[in-house]
């Protein structure tokens, strides 16, 4: 019984943990699930890849329709991102975390964003959809 009580108890702590994150941060944290259906149900949603170009087109692949703008150069180029100020932005990564640097950045500037936590190996292991550059791939 004890065993049970202290597992319940860990498990309210990591979901207190996560909405405090969430509370501070000023964005949500979506998983790849929600993304999908973000995708599915919401034509005014964009996706925001914030990797490499190189990971962009590797056999990792991408968001179908992503835009990147790798978060190193994100500071600089925002401005790219000011038609969608109306939208919402999902931004991602390989595993979320450059993707939560990412919308705290656009946050600030006033985007209305969310973080797809787990990234792209997340979406890869869920076996979600993925784009890949079949040019790059063929060549």
């Known amino acids: 019984m004890k065993k049970y009580l202290v597992v319940v108890m860990l498990i309210a ?5 996560a909405l405090t994150q969430q509370i501070r941060s000023g964005y949500k944290n979506v998983i790849p ?8 149900e919401d034509s005014n949603v964009v996706l925001l890849d914030v990797r490499t170009k190189a990971e962009f087109e590797s056999e990792t692949g991408h968001l179908k329709g992503a835009t ?24 991602y990564c390989r595993s979320g975390q450059r993707s939560s640097f990412a919308a705290s950045i656009l946050q600030s500037r006033g985007f209305k964003v969310v973080n797809m936590t ?22």
Do not use: C, H
């Open 13 to 17: 702590l990591g979901f207190l943990v």
């Open 118 to 139: 787990g990234g792209m190996l997340r979406w890869n292991a869920e076996r979600r959809p993925v784009q890949r550059e079949e040019s790059k791939r063929n060549e």
């Open 33 to 40: 699930a929600e993304v999908e259906k973000l995708m599915a």
């Open 68 to 91: 990147l703008i790798p978060v190193q150069e994100l500071e600089e180029r925002v401005g790219e991102l000011d038609r969608y100020k109306d939208k919402t932005i999902i931004a």
